[in-house]
């Protein structure tokens, strides 16, 4: 069955990187794009930006263009989403979700990123 | 950017009763929307694609419809494991979310 798990909760001083994972099981991550969307506490759920897991293409939303990167370690079924420049308001559980048609099917548990200093 | 607006913001029921929720596109987006539920400290699970396809085990209480700008879901009497909330999403071009609407017991 398909299953994304995510890296554990990470705790961040502002201006510093995080670098999340979503290792992915149960199918071929070639075939699928992965989507970041992140959840401030008490909000709604916020498209970040996607990777097209078969040739390295993004596309990021234009409020975290500069600072996010998302990448995939195909070896592994891994993919990753570094964010830099941390502040405050990047505090929020980050979730990686496979997408196919557009729509996104399957989801990871979610990782919350705290920025505090 | 096309923006998703939902409403209502919170919607009170009852069990056993209709909820209609309502999803509004700043631009047409086709049929190329989507619904999820997500309860407290869970991701978000799919349950409508293509603004009116149930996904796999969803079951038929509920429903989607509309095209273009204005959709509905409709969960056709309310289960207790309803009371959740529920975001539409667009991906007609790249993604975006509706804020949310909260279905809580009446």
């Known amino acids: 069955q398909v299953q994304l798990v995510q890296s554990g909760a990470e705790v961040k001083k502002p201006g510093a990187s995080v670098k999340v994972s979503c290792k992915a099981s149960?199918?071929?991550?070639?075939?699928?794009?992965f989507n970041w969307v992140r959840q401030a506490p008490g909000q709604g759920l916020e498209w970040v930006g996607w990777?097209?897991?078969?040739?390295?293409?993004?596309n990021y939303a234009e409020k975290f263009q500069g600072r996010v990167t998302m990448t995939t370690d195909t070896s592994t079924s891994t993919a990753y989403m570094e964010l830099r420049g941390l502040r405050s308001d990047d505090t929020a559980v980050y979730y990686c979700?496979?997408?196919?048609?557009?729509?996104?099917?399957?989801w990871g548990q979610g990782t919350l990123v705290t920025v505090s200093s | 950017e096309i923006v998703m607006t939902q409403s209502p913001v919170t919607l009170s029921v009852s069990p056993g009763e209709r909820a209609t929720l309502s999803c509004r596109a700043s631009?047409?987006?086709?049929?190329?929307l989507a619904w999820y539920q997500q309860k407290p400290g869970q991701a978000p699970r799919l349950l409508i694609y293509g603004a009116s396809t149930r996904a796999t085990g969803i079951p038929a209480r509920f429903s989607g419809s509309g095209s273009g700008t204005d959709f509905t879901l409709t969960i056709s009497s309310l289960q207790s494991e309803d009371f959740a909330v529920y975001f539409c999403?667009?991906?007609?071009?790249?993604?975006?979310f509706g804020q949310g609407t909260k279905v809580e017991i009446k």
């Open positions: 631009q047409s987006v086709s049929s190329n």
């Open positions: 999403q667009q991906y007609e071009y790249w993604w975006t």
């Open positions: 979700a496979r997408e196919y048609g557009g729509y996104f099917e399957f």
């Open positions: 990777i097209k897991t078969y040739n390295g293409d993004t």
């Open positions: 149960g199918y071929t991550i070639t075939k699928f794009g």
